[in-house]
Structure formats: structure tokens, C-alpha cells
């Protein structure tokens, strides 16, 4: 876990500067998608949604930041591409990061505290050109039967 703090903080660093004000418009330095300027993000939490929940990335070391905006605590964890790791919970008003690193793929994100996942609160974390699934396998379109595809 101790080499894996470095790219925990990178990622939660690179999901909180990719959250925007909450009025439509993106962060300083963000897309409204939630796209990363140099490898960090960042998110809010609240009660029961992340914000932006569609995060966007380039590959490699970066920094997730998750500022709980709740009243709840409330972590985030970060799974895909042979990665599984989650930041400290933290108390309402509290900032959390995860620094990570991260490859070209899909990776999904929850808060792992309680049911807050069963509750909905889940998000996606594309990184590079994605097309991957959140367990690192890729789509490639194809079947293992004949079957003709349209």
C-alpha cells in the first residue's frame, strides 16, 4: 500500500480538479466533462452522487481529489486495468487524495463507505482513447461464434 499512496493521491487529485461549481460550467482549468488537466481530477461528494460522475484522463501518474461537499463520510475507490484502490473516508467539509497511476482503459468509481455505492453513488473514469471495460479486458466487437455482425 505504501507504493501504491503516490498514484492513490495523483488520481484523487486529477477527479477534484476536473469538478466544476455546480452551475454548468467546468472547473478552472477543466472541461464540463470532467476532463484532467496535468494528471489530476477532482470530484465532490455528496449525499448520494459524485460530481462530475463521468471523469475523463490522460494516461499515467496523477492524483484524484475528492472534496466532500456531504454532510456524510465519504471515500472513493477507483477500480480497472489491474488497479483497486480507494482514499481515506473523510467527514463532511474534509479533502481526501488518491494518487494513481493510470493506463489507456475504463475504470469504475464508487464511494466504498456503507451502501452509498448501492445508492448510486458511482461514477466512470475514462482514461486516453477508454474503450476499455472497468476490469481492463477490451471491447473488441467481436463474438466467439460466426454470427454476422450489422
Known amino acids: 500500500m505504501h507504493r501504491a499512496a503516490p498514484y ?4 484523487v487529485v ?3 480538479t476536473g469538478c466544476g461549481g455546480g452551475d454548468g460550467e467546468g472547473g478552472a482549468g477543466t472541461s464540463e466533462a ?4 496535468s494528471g489530476s481530477l477532482s470530484v465532490s461528494a455528496s449525499e448520494f452522487a459524485f ?7 490522460e494516461a499515467g501518474e496523477g492524483t484524484i481529489e475528492l472534496v466532500n461537499d456531504g454532510a456524510m ?8 486495468n489491474g488497479m483497486d484502490e480507494s482514499s481515506e ?8 487524495s488518491l494518487a494513481v497511476g493510470l493506463e489507456d482503459g475504463t475504470y469504475e468509481i464508487w464511494c466504498p463507505v456503507g451502501d452509498h455505492r448501492d445508492r448510486g453513488m458511482v461514477g466512470t473514469l475514462t482514461v486516453g482513447a ?12 467481436e ?3 460466426d454470427s454476422p455482425r450489422y
Open 8 to 11: 492513490l493521491a495523483l488520481l
Open 51 to 57: 460530481e462530475p460522475a463521468e471523469l475523463t484522463a
Open 143 to 145: 463474438s466467439s461464434d
Open 130 to 141: 477508454g474503450g476499455g471495460t472497468p476490469n481492463g479486458e477490451t471491447d473488441t466487437g
Open 89 to 96: 473516508t473523510v467527514d463532511g467539509g474534509e479533502t481526501a
Open 14 to 16: 486529477a477527479i477534484l
Open 34 to 37: 470532467g476532463a484532467a488537466p
Open 73 to 80: 463520510p465519504h471515500a472513493i475507490a477507483v477500480a480497472g
